[in-house]
């Protein structure tokens, strides 16, 4: 079992920056990879970043590429998510998940066994 715990959600402007913390407890290391989530106001829920746990690789939704940062810091069990340049389109309830054994679709929500209660992110333009 593990258990994720998000925090660092808030209110910006449009530009801004926010840094999402993920804790997670029971049994980390033994997830193959970590990521992130968001679901916008009637919106589907959908795949933002991902880290595998220990060789640090990393994957990006297209909409966040180049502005959002995944991380990890193993020793702490914390993931993080650095977000730059944000947008009034990033406006969702950001979710902490962790995958147990991968079926070869990091971009899908059945993929990921573990997830967070969420954070709120919202950006005003």
């Known amino acids: 079992q593990v258990q994720l715990v998000e925090s660092g959600g808030g209110s910006v402007q449009a530009g801004g920056s926010l840094r999402l913390s993920c804790a997670a407890s029971?049994?980390?290391?033994?997830?193959?990879?970590m990521g992130w989530f968001r679901q916008g106001p009637g919106k589907e829920r959908e795949f933002v970043a991902r880290?595998?746990?220990?060789?640090?690789?990393?994957v990006y939704a297209d909409s966040v590429k180049g502005r959002f940062t995944v991380s990890r810091d193993n020793a702490k069990n914390m993931v993080y998510l650095q977000m730059n340049s944000l947008k009034p389109e990033d406006t969702a309830v950001y979710f902490c998940?962790?995958?147990?054994?991968?079926?070869?679709?990091?971009?899908?929500?059945?993929?990921?066994?573990?997830w967070g209660q969420g954070t709120q992110v919202t950006v005003s333009s």
């Open positions: 029971g049994r980390p290391f033994s997830m193959i990879a």
């Open positions: 998940v962790a995958d147990s054994t991968y079926s070869g679709s990091y971009s899908k929500a059945q993929e990921y066994d573990y």
């Open positions: 880290i595998s746990w220990g060789g640090g690789i990393t």
